[in-house]
């Protein structure tokens, strides 16, 4: 009647090991450490980096305890934070001589202790949000105005364009602030540049003047649409580049219609961390002016033509582009490194979307022969990546751009061009900095909140129901410990709500072991035996355990799905908790005391506390 299968133990044993397997992590706590990044695409993180950064602290006579390349950055961890500032002073002067033109990024971060046999094994704590862990916080403005004007350039493009295949002739196209300005040399060309408009581009609203001129204005529900899609663009691009730097477990989410809020934990320099985020870039297509006065400004033996902007070239040269904008990163959808078919040689295909495929069939078919730049934008910098030669009209949104780089420099490209460039500037509104001791504080009180919760719980179990409190203090162990272990394989984000709902989810916990105890009571009371109450009991208590749960579980639910921040953090843990809640006071529980009790076949008393039997004498008994 009491006793459990081989197999329901085997379950118990592997669900306790693995929990306590990747629950262990967690109390090895972090290292400080000194992370050395990219500030321009142009450096490159290599094994000659960490050559550089073991020389360097040796020279300062600085210990470091291990010093590890990852793919983007190099990480020096440090036994103490002391050592931990002179790292970062002495490299930064290494690697940043001049810090007007700063070429790497050196910012403070702190990494988990996690030993070597455990990571191999996918094991690594939990994350720790901001509030716990510290690091910095910041609030950026998207500049909406700038999206619109980017829009309305594009617009103006295609207009010129299509009128070019149309053969309507016009007297110039302007763009002044968010408003396009088409010129007519009569009515008939007013009228059927009016005509296209109104057919091929709805996010115009046009209107006439007296002077055979057409003003489009973008719309009202474009500009909605328009200002939507930046500010998914800039977050999908911030979480890119931010994630390429090795920040752990960024959090950038959308605070309000224009604002963005982005969270860097473990990152204590608020100086760096502007620099990270300053790595957003922009890219940009343009036809190279190989002009005569165009090639003389290149070589830097004359001006730079009118019309025209001079960039210069990842080899050391300068190259002059036209100012009109054919492509831009929104019209990117994928970079990968490969190989050109032909020539073997190092190459980056791109996939661009719809209306980027038909632009740039356009263009390559009507400049055959010509160069082609492609133009990154770093922290109000532009640099030609590559400038191919358009070999023939190139169609279906499939583009290869190959010529003068090696493989390394095609990966780099690939991996620039693929992480996006931002829709709109943005401007930081707002910046905090959390201290890594107020962090630690908030750990040491949690943790001391939920301890002293989990003492006073177990002390009132064993003494109010005995042996059977035991059970449930033994449960309820291994609820927290299931816990802890799902949040850390989850790679879970845990802040001081998550830390309020491990509390909540002890007292919901125990508030199954307490019904069951109860019910196997009010059995005893009947006069059942010991062996037939627990049973009955457990059996009773299980309705009502997973009803409460399931309702609970609800509530959590909503709490995820409409909750945002801190209360999606709550609710994540109070998901789980209710789900190892049941897990352990019920099916674990049970197990125990099968264990200790099942094995009696002749089980007169069983320890849980005292039993009131309202017989006629109003006698008392004691099931001990």
Known sequence: MNRYPLWKYAIILVALLISALYALPNLFGESPAVQVSAARSTVRI???????????????????TLIQLDANSVKARFDSTDEQLRARDAIEKAFNPDPADASHVVALNLLPRTPSWLASLGAAPMYLGLDLRGGVHFMLQVDMQAALQRRADVLATDLRTLLREKG????GINRS???????????????AARDLIRTQFADL????TADFRLVGTITPEAA?????????????????RINELGVADPVIQQQGADRIVVQLPGVQ???????????????????????????????GTGPVPFGAERYPERGGQSVVVKREVLLTGENLTDAQAGFDSQTQEAAVHLTLDAKGARVFRDVTRENVGKRMAII??????????????IRGEIGGGRVQISGAMTTVEANDTALLLRAGSLAAPM?????????PSLGAENIAKGFNSVMWGFVAIVVFMCVYYGMFGVFSSIALGFNVLLLVSLLSMLQATLTLPGIAAMALALGMAIDSNVLINERVREELRRGASPQVAINTGYDHAWSTILDSNVTSLIAGVALLIFGSGPVRGFAVVHCLGIVTSMFSSVFFSRGVVNFWYGRQKKLKTVSIGTVWRPDAQNAVSKAD
């Open 177 to 191: 602030g968010q408003t396009i300005e088409l010129r007519a040399g009569d009515a008939q060309t007013l009228g």
């Open 168 to 171: 309507l002739r016009h007297g």
């Open 376 to 389: 990154l934008f770093e922290k109000g910098r532009g640099e030609v990546v590559t400038a191919p030669v």
């Open 269 to 299: 320099d608020t100086a760096k961390a502007k620099d990270i985020l300053g790595r957003t870039a922009t890219l940009e297509v343009r036809l190279v002016d190989e002009s005569v006065e165009g090639q003389s400004a290149a070589r």
């Open 427 to 435: 401007e930081i509104i707002e910046e905090r900095t959390i201290g």
């Open 224 to 240: 909605r649409r328009v200002q939507d899609q930046a500010l998914k663009q800039n977050i999908t691009t911030l979480h890119n």
């Open 205 to 208: 609203q046009v209107t006439e």
């Open 46 to 64: 290599d094994p000659s980096t960490v050559t550089k950064v073991e020389q360097t602290l040796a020279a300062q006579n600085i210990q470091s």
